[in-house]
Nanobody, 121 residues
Framework: QVQLVESGGGLVQAGGSLRLSCTAS????????MGWFRQAPGKEREFVAA????????YYADSVKGRFSISRDNAKNTGYLQMNSLKPEDTAVYYC??????????????WGQGTQVTVSS
């Protein structure tokens, strides 16, 4: 079993940056693919970014390409989502997930509780 805890969310002005962290406990994260998803009020959860267990393949939603960067440090059992040039439409609860693949939401076995990101205009 893997427990995931996100941190780093908050309120930021448009154009600003935030760095989300996802720290795992219970089991090592190094065996699992990781992903970040988000859910805005009244909308379905959507894919943001994903990274393979080794970090050799990375995937992004079109809406965040060139602005967001996913990474991981398996030695620290932690994954990251660097978010730059934030827009009001990026406002959502951000979730990290592990044990799945690419953008396939249903493939992920473990989920964090989410962290709120609010971008003001």
């Amino acid at each position: 079993q893997v427990q995931l805890v996100e941190s780093g969310g908050g309120l930021v002005q448009a154009g600003g940056s935030l760095r989300l962290s996802c720290t795992a406990s219970g089991r090592t994260l190094s065996s699992y693919g990781m992903g970040w998803f988000r859910q805005a009020p009244g909308k379905e959860r959507e894919f943001v970014a994903a990274i393979t267990w080794s970090g050799d393949r990375i995937y992004y939603a079109d809406s965040v390409k060139g602005r967001f960067s996913i990474s991981r440090d398996n030695a620290k059992n932690t994954g990251y989502l660097q978010m730059n040039s934030l827009k009001p439409e990026d406002t959502a609860v951000y979730y990290c997930a592990a044990g799945g693949s690419k953008w396939y939401t249903a493939s992920y076995d473990y989920w964090g509780q989410g962290t709120q990101v609010t971008v003001s205009s």
